[in-house]
């Protein structure tokens, strides 16, 4: 299993960044992804969750209406658009996948939010 994300980058507040997460070496369409973030000093939260043909999404709640996930299961690629970015949305950002009940990560991709 791999999972490589890309698009992170420093934006100001209230700017826009799109995350994707390219998957292989298993049945992406199969499964839920998932994106976690990990902010400097603080523990890996979860940030959304995205079910293996896309009809249901969930949001923590402090990203509710700004943050949307999507996925193209042609491309086995799983993305993360984020608007009206905050300061404290500054975090590494983490594509996830449970299988079996491992949990497989990404290498992160760093999101900067600050004027």
């Known amino acids: 299993v791999q999972l490589v994300e890309s698009g992170g980058g420093l934006v100001q507040p209230g700017g826009s960044l799109r995350l994707s997460c390219a998957a292989s070496g298993f049945t992406f369409s199969r499964y839920a992804m998932s994106w976690y973030r990990q902010a400097p000093g603080k523990e890996r939260e979860y940030v959304a969750r995205?079910?293996?043909?896309?009809?249901?999404?969930n949001y923590h709640d402090s990203v509710k209406g700004r943050f949307t996930i999507s996925r193209d299961n042609a491309k086995n690629t799983v993305y993360l658009q984020m608007n009206s970015l905050k300061p404290e949305d500054t975090a590494v950002y983490y594509c996830?996948?449970?299988?079996?009940?491992?949990?497989?990560w990404g290498q992160g991709t760093q999101v900067t939010v600050s004027s």
């Open positions: 995205i079910t293996s043909v896309g009809g249901s999404t």
């Open positions: 996830n996948a449970q299988i079996a009940s491992y949990y497989y």
